[in-house]
């Protein structure tokens, strides 16, 4: 089962436009990490956010994290062609032993 | 550094059939962990292992199986194919440390396509 639900399911945008997608997840987290999958093809970590954490940056890339409200938000300023992916938040829970779930991906498409 | 290997890329088989599926994790990464893509369940955990024990474990039937080696290399087998086990298999390691892998970023291989007919 997903822990995580996003939103949109899928975002269609032009590019140098901004795009925001958004994460809510149900249980008490350690970490909330984001992924982007191109077609076919393997994930690739973009940014690892602590429940401690409330907003960190890497390039064009902001994450937010409201424990509060057990959500997150991507924003991926300025987008490009090449940012068309889909993107998944995943989430680290709190025991020892917790695996990372997966939430059910945004879907971005980018055109020139 | 070499990145996460899988092997095959692709593979077709038979209902009923048993597949084995390799993984290879970045040197020196001792987690490593399996997930199961389909259009319609996601991304589906299915196993994780650190230094050849089986660390935690999804909600799979039990033929699902899986296994790490000393070099930590993985494997994971599914036994009598059905239908619904087309999805693409996707392994991810991650930092050697137990207590820090929980706080580093998963780094996956490009996956195993496979296709039940």
């Known amino acids: 089962s997903q822990q995580g639900e996003e939103d949109p399911q899928a975002l269609s945008i032009q590019e140098g436009e901004n795009a925001t997608m958004n994460c809510s997840y149900k249980?008490?987290?350690?970490?909330l990490q984001w992924y982007r999958q191109n077609s076919g093809r393997g994930l690739v970590h973009l940014i690892l956010i602590r429940s401690n954490e409330r907003e960190k940056h890497s390039g064009r890339l902001r994450v937010t994290l409201d424990t509060s409200k057990k959500s997150s938000s991507l924003l991926i300023t300025a987008s490009r062609a090449a940012d068309t992916a889909s993107y998944f938040c995943?989430?680290?829970?709190?025991?020892?032993?917790?695996?990372?779930?997966f939430g059910t991906g945004t879907r971005l498409q980018v055109t020139l | 550094k070499a990145g996460v290997t899988q092997t095959p890329r692709y593979l077709i088989k038979t209902r009923g059939q048993q597949v084995t599926l390799s993984c290879s994790p970045i040197?020196?990464?001792?987690?490593v962990s399996w997930y199961q893509q389909t259009p319609g369940q996601g991304l589906q955990f299915l196993f994780e292992y650190f230094s050849e024990t089986q660390r935690n474990k999804g909600n799979f039937p039990g033929r699902f199986s899986g296994r790490q080696f000393s070099n930590s290399r993985s494997e994971m087998n599914v036994s009598t194919l059905e239908l619904g086990d087309s999805a693409l298999y996707l392994c991810?390691?991650?930092?050697?440390?137990?207590?820090?892998?929980?706080?580093?970023?998963?780094?996956f291989g490009n996956g195993t396509r496979l296709t039940v007919t």
């Open positions: 249980t008490s987290i350690n970490n």
């Open positions: 040197s020196g990464h001792r987690s």
């Open positions: 995943a989430t680290r829970g709190t025991g020892t032993a917790s695996k990372l779930t």
């Open positions: 991810a390691s991650s930092l050697p440390d137990m207590a820090s892998s929980y706080n580093s970023p998963l780094h």
